[in-house]
């Protein structure tokens, strides 16, 4: 009896098994011949050729079907700015854009269109499971879309138990940057920070909160100035990801009151470059920075001066621009270089590298009178990894002089031998001869000298095993 259970049940599966495989061919096929039929359509009407007969052959599916059929076009994430506001048109006027709201406002599923063909029984009753991934899917639609008119439904989604639906909403509406979504999102960053909400995360809020467009930025300025730290982080962070994205697209970026309000720009220089938190005050400085206010340069100058090294170091990385090269800002950023935080150090002089000739003079005048080991080791590592000693060498050998010349002897006598002697090997013959034509005569002088002065033994040191050059090139 156990056996024959046992045989029925198996039939049973297998006969399941069949039945789903045979379904799963039917909807294949179906889904292949509604593309190769109607693709063409959709591409003609994409490319800007509104025609009627496309347009209501398309109105003659059902809305699952043109979903199929649409859905590839936002699956690929390939919608240029081009074609955006042609399928935003198209998807209005064949009824998707209210299919997807509707399915936001109710979680269910609207009744099939009138004289469409729905009975073929290639789209079952959605199940719970399979309603959740359509809703998903509408949200994410609207967002590709930037559908503006859709924000207060998206941001009745971030309420939705289903922390999938939360997300994809809360990615939606950082596509859409709705200027009135900025100041409700701003609300929940509030209620997540104090505690009187759980979700979304803080830092998914202030990663959506940063995609926004700077002129939002005047609804930060109650969070620039709330009594609770992590809010006052969290908004500086804000403002900074959204000054640093603008300016990187533009390099005179200033922020002017057009994009900034003077409100904002009187809490940066006069609360926030004092707040109690070390982070507000370091993620601050990357904002003033690019104000554009005469009383800028002297908060940033007492900025590289903080008590913490954490502050130092972002206003050190702050002032990379060329408008902060006078030399007020250039001795500030020198003294940061005797700064007993080694990632301080390194920042500066990073700094001076990138502020042009002026910058670097004062990174090698440093240098040149330093007595300090470490920071001499850690400026060599800096010029090597930033390309300035090949520079150096190449600009040696064709005569240069002044500071950049002792630079070089420098690195050739006790500062840098062998990461010198690499950059020689790498060289083009012609670069490397020039090199050694000027610098073997100046090396064997001072070797003479040393040996006619009695200072120490064995203090002179052979060229050519220093730099490690071959006998045919140091003869």
Same mark, same amino acid.
């Given at each position: 009896?156990?056996?024959?259970?046992?045989?029925?049940?198996?039939?049973?599966? #297998?006969?399941?098994?069949?039945?789903?495989?045979?379904?799963?061919?039917?909807?294949?096929?179906?889904?292949?011949?509604?593309?190769?039929?109607?693709?063409? #359509?959709?591409?003609?009407?994409?490319?800007?050729?509104?025609?009627? %007969? @496309?347009?209501?052959?398309?109105?003659?599916?059902?809305?699952?079907?043109?979903?199929?059929?649409?859905?590839?076009?936002?699956?690929?994430?390939?919608?240029? %700015?081009?074609?955006?506001?042609?399928? %935003?048109?198209?998807?209005?006027?064949?009824?998707?854009?209210?299919?997807? %709201?509707?399915?936001?406002?109710?979680?269910?599923?609207?009744?099939?269109?009138? *004289?469409?063909?729905? @009975?073929?029984?290639?789209?079952?009753?959605?199940?719970? $499971?399979?309603?959740?991934?359509?809703?998903?899917?509408?949200?994410?639609?609207? *967002?590709?879309?930037?559908?503006?008119?859709?924000?207060?439904?998206?941001?009745?989604?971030?309420?939705?138990?289903?922390?999938?639906?939360?997300?994809?909403?809360?990615?939606? $509406?950082?596509?859409?940057?709705?200027?009135?979504?900025?100041?409700?999102?701003? @609300?929940?960053?509030?209620?997540?920070?104090?505690?009187?909400?759980?979700?979304?995360?803080?830092?998914?809020?202030?990663? &959506?909160?940063?995609?926004?467009?700077?002129?939002?930025?005047?609804? $930060?300025?109650?969070?620039?100035?709330?009594?609770?730290?992590?809010?006052?982080?969290?908004?500086?962070?804000?403002?900074?990801?959204?000054?640093?994205?603008?300016?990187?697209?533009?390099?005179?970026?200033?922020?002017?009151?057009?994009?900034?309000?003077?409100?904002?720009?009187?809490?940066?220089?006069?609360?926030?470059?004092?707040?109690?938190?070390?982070?507000? /005050? @370091?993620?601050?400085?990357?904002?003033?920075?690019?104000?554009?206010?005469?009383?800028?340069?002297?908060?940033?100058?007492?900025?590289?001066?903080?008590?913490?090294?954490?502050?130092?170091? /972002?206003?050190?990385?702050?002032?990379?621009?060329?408008?902060?090269?006078?030399?007020?800002?250039?001795?500030?950023?020198?003294?940061?270089?005797?700064?007993?935080?080694?990632?301080?150090?390194?920042?500066?002089?990073?700094?001076?590298?990138?502020?042009?000739?002026?910058?670097?003079?004062?990174?090698?005048?440093?240098?040149?009178?330093?007595?300090?080991? &470490?920071?001499?080791?850690?400026?060599?590592?800096?010029?090597?990894?930033?390309?300035?000693?090949?520079?150096?060498?190449?600009?040696?050998?064709?005569?240069?002089? *002044?500071?950049?010349?002792?630079?070089?002897?420098?690195?050739?006598?006790?500062? &840098?031998?062998?990461?010198?002697?690499?950059?020689?090997?790498?060289?083009?013959?012609?670069?490397?001869?020039?090199?050694?034509?000027?610098?073997?005569?100046?090396?064997?002088?001072?070797?003479?000298?040393?040996?006619?002065?009695?200072?120490?033994?064995?203090?002179?040191?052979?060229?050519?095993?220093?730099?490690?050059?071959?006998?045919?090139?140091?003869?």
């Amino acid at each position: 009896m156990t056996l024959l259970w046992v045989l029925i049940g198996t039939c049973l599966l #297998i006969a399941v098994a069949i039945f789903r495989r045979r379904q799963q061919i039917r909807y294949s096929r179906y889904v292949r011949s509604l593309e190769s039929t109607y693709r063409p #359509i959709l591409a003609t009407l994409l490319s800007g050729r509104h025609t009627p %007969q @496309g347009i209501n052959a398309l109105r003659e599916l059902p809305l699952a079907d043109l979903e199929l059929l649409f859905d590839p076009l936002f699956s690929a994430g390939g919608i240029g %700015q081009k074609h955006a506001p042609v399928l %935003q048109a198209l998807c209005t006027e064949l009824g998707l854009l209210r299919l997807w %709201q509707h399915r936001l406002i109710r979680d269910e599923e609207p009744p099939a269109r009138r *004289g469409s063909r729905h @009975g073929m029984g290639l789209h079952p009753p959605a199940s719970p $499971l399979l309603r959740l991934l359509l809703r998903a899917k509408s949200i994410r639609n609207l *967002g590709i879309l930037r559908h503006q008119p859709s924000w207060p439904l998206l941001v009745r989604a971030l309420d939705d138990p289903q922390s999938d639906i939360r997300s994809v909403a809360l990615r939606s $509406l950082a596509t859409i940057r709705a200027p009135g979504s900025f100041r409700v999102l701003v @609300g929940r960053l509030h209620a997540v920070v104090l505690g009187e909400s759980a979700s979304p995360s803080p830092r998914a809020l202030k990663a &959506a909160l940063a995609s926004f467009d700077l002129t939002c930025s005047a609804e $930060l300025l109650p969070s620039l100035r709330h009594a609770h730290r992590r809010i006052r982080i969290f908004a500086t962070d804000i403002l900074r990801v959204m000054v640093c994205r603008d300016a990187a697209l533009d390099s005179d970026f200033l922020l002017g009151s057009e994009v900034c309000i003077p409100a904002i720009a009187d809490t940066l220089l006069t609360t926030l470059c004092r707040d109690p938190s070390a982070e507000v /005050r @370091g993620r601050a400085a990357e904002v003033i920075a690019f104000l554009a206010d005469r009383r800028a340069t002297s908060v940033l100058y007492g900025l590289l001066f903080d008590p913490q090294w954490y502050v130092r170091l /972002r206003a050190a990385r702050a002032l990379a621009n060329p408008r902060h090269s006078s030399p007020y800002l250039l001795l500030g950023i020198r003294d940061c270089l005797r700064d007993p935080h080694w990632r301080v150090r390194e920042a500066a002089m990073h700094t001076l590298i990138s502020l042009g000739p002026r910058g670097r003079q004062q990174l090698y005048g440093h240098f040149l009178t330093s007595r300090d080991p &470490a920071t001499r080791k850690q400026t060599v590592e800096v010029l090597e990894r930033s390309g300035l000693m090949a520079s150096l060498v190449k600009d040696y050998g064709e005569g240069a002089g *002044g500071v950049e010349a002792l630079m070089v002897e420098q690195f050739a006598s006790a500062a &840098a031998p062998l990461g010198l002697s690499a950059i020689l090997r790498m060289s083009n013959p012609q670069v490397r001869q020039k090199f050694l034509d000027r610098f073997l005569p100046v090396a064997r002088f001072k070797m003479q000298l040393q040996e006619e002065t009695p200072l120490e033994a064995n203090a002179g040191m052979d060229v050519q095993q220093d730099l490690e050059f071959p006998t045919v090139l140091a003869a």
